[in-house]
């Protein structure tokens, strides 16, 4: 956290993706060299914060962890592959 920098304390969907500070963005590595990906955040308290890497002042979507383990659980059972057929 950078000085004058307050932590959050609570999160939700819509905020502007610059207010959750102190939280590290990450992406995937099969990210594609344009920069169309997202990107997630883990936040205090285990939830999720998601965000579009082309846009990282916009807004975030906060998901809770439960809400994350069915998506990744449904990404690998491949329920999804047909969105980018």
């Given at each position: 956290?950078q000085?004058?920098?307050?932590?959050?304390?609570?999160?939700?969907?819509?905020?502007?993706?610059?207010?959750?500070?102190?939280?590290?963005?990450?992406?995937?590595?099969?990210?594609?060299?344009?920069?169309?990906?997202?990107?997630?955040?883990?936040?205090?308290?285990?939830?999720?914060?998601?965000?579009?890497s082309?846009?990282?002042?916009?807004?975030?979507?906060v998901?809770?962890?439960?809400?994350?383990?069915?998506?990744?659980?449904?990404?690998?059972?491949g329920?999804?592959?047909?969105?980018?057929?």
């Amino acid at each position: 956290m950078q000085l004058g920098e307050r932590p959050v304390h609570h999160a939700y969907n819509g905020m502007a993706a610059t207010e959750l500070h102190g939280v590290v963005w990450q992406k995937s590595r099969h990210s594609n060299s344009q920069g169309s990906c997202v990107e997630f955040a883990k936040l205090p308290g285990g939830s999720v914060a998601v965000r579009n890497s082309r846009h990282p002042e916009g807004p975030a979507l906060v998901y809770t962890r439960a809400e994350i383990v069915a998506m990744l659980a449904g990404v690998k059972d491949g329920e999804f592959d047909h969105l980018t057929a």
